[in-house]
């Protein structure tokens, strides 16, 4: 829904910032917040993508509302 969208973006975007930093510090406390170390290298990978930007990592688009019950519906994804 759009409103976890919305939660879910401020976390996003603070652990790229913390992942643009490769040390082993940064990796173990994404992995301590994230629960796993994949998430971890993936957010590395990003964040090596995403090296010039100073911010503004994810976008929310929204689509229909919901059939059943009309909630609003939203996907969050990467700025390429």
């Known amino acids: ?13 603070k652990l790229v910032t913390k992942s643009k930093t490769s040390d082993l510090h940064t990796k ?7 629960g796993s170390f994949d998430v971890a290298r993936e957010l590395e990978a990003i964040a090596a993508t995403m090296a010039d930007r100073a911010g503004g990592y994810t976008r929310i688009i929204k689509m229909e509302p919901r059939k059943s019950d009309g909630a609003k519906m939203a996907y969050i994804e990467f700025v390429a």
């Open 1 to 13: 829904t759009e409103a976890k969208a919305k939660e879910l973006r401020p976390a996003v975007e």
């Open 28 to 34: 173990r406390v994404i992995q301590s917040q994230t």
